[in-house]
């Protein structure tokens, strides 16, 4: 039944995508200015591109005012090449519980959920702009996009604002340009113009919306700061706004990610500092190993309510240790206290994730 509704749900996207014909074709038409405008990129050694299964997989438990939720999962993500120019790209999330079942000891195994995140299809036309029709995920400031796997991320709860400007299911089904290119010798620039069409087909269900989102970033200061923008085309028609910010400084390892959003149903922001002790002079293999996290955050509720926001205004502060066993292979635990007028509440979590990577091809380099 599950798979049934993910085939019906793929032709209701397809069916939406038949609507964005003059947007594709606008997107399109701009390829063919910006390369004379920017310059052509040095021809390189032409590499094979190859199918690639990666993705992540982990096992999470965390504890909600002293409630045990024992969540594993795995997120499989196939990039398959069309060619130099083109590719296809799809993730995929499947998941469970394990909860307790009355009259019977010990945790067992709910239903599995199953999700298509994204399927999207990619042209590059150049090194400046590559364009993209499907499911994909929104642009909205950096978490949804940069920071969502689980392997990639430093603490494993969401931050409170994620839902603003991602849309009801953390994607949206359209059209998208995207890119990047120096425009200084002293900093580069990074783009995302999208447009999302309406679709109820659940779970790949989108709002209808446009937007952008830039990004100005320092090499030499290891820094970027962006801003994002979007436009809901439908209910009350109104303007989200969005900030980031990442910090790596060169004589510290230390990371620091932050954003700030608003809307008409709420606003927040979130800052998170996440320092390697690599510095220790003492067990040097084991430090360099070691990661410290905290993360501040504040959320203040809109006018408008929303579904999948806390319904009071919210604080939460959380500090969390990593430790990377191997590249790809790392344990996390964080504590964190939520401060609320609907009650306070202490947030535990554990987990370990794992990254892979398998090629589904012979690599090398093209002859």
């Not at 405008?37 to 199918?51: D, K, V």
């Not at 120096?182 to 990074?190: C, D, L, M, S, V």
């Not at 009350?236 to 990610?257: A, K, V, Y």
């Given at each position: ?68 939720d ?8 196939v ?24 009259g ?61 400007g ?110 390697k ?6 067990l040097?293999n ?72 398998v ?9």
């Amino acid at each position: 039944m599950k798979r049934t509704t993910i085939f019906i749900s793929l032709r209701g996207c397809l069916r939406t995508l038949a609507g964005l014909t003059p947007v594709i074709a606008l997107l399109l038409a701009l390829t063919a200015f910006v390369p004379s405008a920017l310059g052509q990129a040095a021809p390189e050694e032409e590499a094979r591109p190859i199918p690639l299964l990666t993705g992540s997989a982990g096992f999470l438990t965390g504890f909600t005012g002293g409630q045990p939720d024992l969540h594993p999962l795995v997120t499989p993500l196939v990039l398959l090449p069309i060619g130099p120019k083109w590719l296809f790209e799809t993730r995929a999330t499947l998941e469970t519980d394990l909860v307790q079942v009355p009259g019977r000891s010990g945790f067992h195994s709910g239903p599995v959920q199953k999700e298509v995140e994204y399927a999207q299809l990619d042209f590059i036309a150049n090194p400046y702009i590559t364009m993209t029709v499907g499911r994909f995920l929104t642009p909205f400031g950096i978490f949804n996009e940069r920071l969502y796997p689980v392997w990639i991320r430093n603490l494993q709860s969401d931050p409170l604002i994620l839902p603003i400007g991602i849309g009801p299911s953390n994607a949206s089904t359209g059209a998208m340009m995207r890119g990047g290119f120096r425009a200084h010798p002293q900093f580069n620039i990074n783009y995302a113009v999208y447009f999302s069409a309406l679709s109820t087909t659940s779970p790949v269900d989108s709002d209808r919306f446009a937007g952008g989102r830039a990004g100005i970033f320092v090499p030499k200061a290891r820094l970027e700061i962006g801003g994002s923008f979007q436009h809901l085309l439908q209910q009350e028609r109104s303007d989200l706004f969005g900030f980031h910010l990442i910090w790596q400084p060169t004589r510290l390892p230390l990371d620091i990610r932050g954003e700030y959003a608003d809307s008409k149903r709420g606003s927040g922001y979130w800052i998170e500092p996440a320092y390697k002790l690599s510095q220790l002079p003492f067990l040097q293999n084991e430090m360099r190993r070691t990661q410290l996290v905290a993360r501040y955050q504040q959320f203040f509720t809109g006018p408008l309510p929303s579904d999948s926001l806390p319904p009071v205004n919210t604080k939460q502060f959380e500090f969390g240790l990593n430790y990377y066993f191997l590249d790809g292979l790392k344990g996390s635990s964080n504590y964190g206290r939520q401060f609320s007028s609907a009650g306070n509440a202490n947030v535990w979590t554990l987990g370990l994730t794992y990254r892979f990577v398998v090629p589904l091809g012979p690599t090398g380099s093209a002859r």
